[in-house]
């Protein structure tokens, strides 16, 4: 089991930056991937990025790409979503989520955040 928890969401004027923190615990050798995906009102879950947790691997959706940037601190066993110049738009709860492998889709991820809100005002 894996247990992962998100902070740092909140309420940004537009063009303004946030940075989400995922903490995994449990059985984190399995974190091999973490994972972004975020849900909007109204929307389906999306993806939003993913990073390699033994190497710095990183994939972004576009509508993200340039904007926001994930890192880690494998000593923390803490993901991280640094998202600057936000829009309105995206605006949704915000998820980790780990993988066995690089994946863009939800059904590659087994375990899940509870996610925490971002908005963005406008």
């Known amino acids: 089991q894996v247990q992962l928890v998100e902070s740092g969401g909140g309420l940004v004027q537009a063009g303004g930056s946030l940075r989400l923190s995922c903490a995994a615990s449990?059985?984190?050798?399995?974190?091999?991937?973490m994972g972004w995906f975020r849900r909007a009102p109204g929307q389906k879950r999306e993806f939003v990025g993913c990073?390699?947790?033994?190497?710095?691997?990183?994939i972004y959706a576009e509508s993200v790409e340039g904007r926001f940037t994930i890192s880690r601190d494998n000593a923390k066993n803490t993901v991280y979503l640094q998202m600057n110049n936000l829009k309105p738009e995206d605006t949704a709860v915000y998820y980790c989520a780990t993988a066995d492998y690089l994946a863009t889709t939800q059904d590659a991820y087994n375990y899940w955040g509870q996610g925490t809100q971002v908005t963005v005002d406008s």
């Open positions: 990073i390699r947790w033994s190497a710095v691997t990183t």
């Open positions: 449990g059985h984190t050798d399995s974190t091999y991937v």
